[in-house]
């Protein structure tokens, strides 16, 4: 399947300890987004990367949140000192260009206890 | 900004009648305007798309749905629900430029009835 893939699928942490995602974006696909989804919500954007370089993050991003994309292929959130309230799914998706579809992965579900 | 609101948290409909999920959006300027379904442990998948091209948009699965300005309203409809179609359904959209992210609805989640 040569679609977008997401590692580990499901993560259960204690609070205060670190966690980090991963993302394989389809291989020709420039740019990469982040999103997190929260029960009986839908998706919010948290940022995205036009290869290698972040463009936008969300007020959602807070400092102990950080996404790399390091040489435009797959990229990493990793979230420092985790809180109970980061308990989500945590989404990626790519698409080739601007204003092209995006492909959503299955998801990272986070729970932090 | 934009926004989504669809209108009802769940729908419940018996196999082989009519599906509609409502929609309403919020956007200062020309919007393009999607509809994703996300089948449990599966990503999200796009079903159709409004990108001001034909008011009636034809989707994947028989789905389609009527871009109505004068509403604000992007309704997905389906004459024939399958038990397969049960899922969750999201609105969302995104500024006309695509140089902004995909705003979602709360979503809506389908039940199919045999």
């Known amino acids: 399947d040569t679609g977008v893939s997401q590692d580990p699928r499901h993560k259960i942490t204690k609070r205060g300890q670190n966690v980090t995602f991963r993302c394989d974006p389809i291989?020709?696909?420039?740019?990469l987004y982040w999103y997190r989804q929260t029960l009986g919500q839908g998706p919010e954007f948290l940022t995205y990367f036009q290869n290698e370089a972040q463009l936008e993050k969300s007020r959602l991003l807070s400092d102990r949140f950080s996404a790399e994309r390091p040489k435009g292929s797959f990229s990493t959130l990793e979230i420092q000192r985790t809180e109970q309230g980061d308990s989500a799914m945590y989404l990626c998706?790519?698409?080739?260009?601007?204003?092209?579809?995006?492909?959503f992965g299955p998801g990272t579900r986070l729970t932090v206890l | 900004a934009q926004s989504v609101t669809q209108l009802d948290s769940h729908v419940s409909v018996s196999e082989g009648t009519p599906v509609l999920l409502r929609c309403n959006y919020s956007?200062?300027?020309?919007?393009?305007l999607f509809w994703y379904v996300q089948h449990p442990n599966k990503g999200l998948q796009l079903l159709l798309k409004y990108t001001s091209a034909a008011t009636l948009v034809k989707g994947i699965n028989g789905f389609e749905a009527e871009f109505k300005k004068s509403e604000t309203s992007f309704h997905l409809t389906k004459p024939s629900a399958h038990m397969s179609d049960a899922a969750e359904y999201f609105c969302?959209?995104?500024?006309?430029?695509?140089?902004?992210?995909?705003?979602f609805g709360k979503g809506t989640r389908l039940s199919v009835i045999a």
């Open positions: 291989s020709e696909h420039n740019r």
């Open positions: 956007s200062s300027y020309s919007p393009s």
């Open positions: 969302v959209v995104r500024l006309w430029s695509g140089n902004t992210p995909l705003v």
């Open positions: 998706a790519s698409s080739l260009d601007l204003g092209h579809e995006q492909f």
